[in-house]
């Protein structure tokens, strides 16, 4: 199974369109196997998409995001786990533990296609 983690440096990023960095977690069983880190190109949500689903990732971890990106990756079949802060070990830990749970007041549905982005990072294309 593979989970991607918006990441700044150690820790999750509060928001996944502004993360530098998305770490991808490969796990075996109960254990890592393998992460490696993409860079964030910028707010390019059906880019992650894109590359989530190629890659059979099924869910996605992060402090926070907009609901553009939302939409996308939801329409994508993955699962978001949204509230979550931490050093990136100790998530990652808790997450083979079974003990993440989103926070309800950020994972609601988005409600309908976004058509656009609500990103406010600063971050270009």
């Known amino acids: 199974m593979r989970i991607a983690i918006a ?3 150690d820790f999750v990023s509060s928001h996944f369109g502004c993360a530098p960095a998305c770490t991808i977690v490969e796990i075996e069983g109960d254990r890592i196997r393998e992460t490696f ?7 390019r949500h059906e880019y992650w998409g ?14 926070n ?8 990756l939801r ?3 993955i699962d978001l786990l ?22 309800p007041t950020l994972g ?3 409600s309908g296609p976004a058509v656009k982005s609500d990103c406010s990072c600063g971050r270009t294309a």
């Open 7 to 9: 990441t700044d440096q």
């Open 82 to 103: 949204l509230g979550v802060e931490g050093r990136l070990e100790d998530v990652v830990r808790r997450f083979l533990a079974g003990e993440l749970r989103p926070n």
């Open 108 to 110: 609601e549905a988005a």
């Open 50 to 63: 894109e590359l989530f689903c190629r890659n059979s990732i099924k869910t996605v971890i992060a402090g």
């Open 65 to 72: 995001m907009g609901s553009h990106a939302k939409a996308v």
């Open 75 to 77: 329409g994508c079949g």
């Open 37 to 43: 880190i993409i860079p964030n190109p910028g707010c």
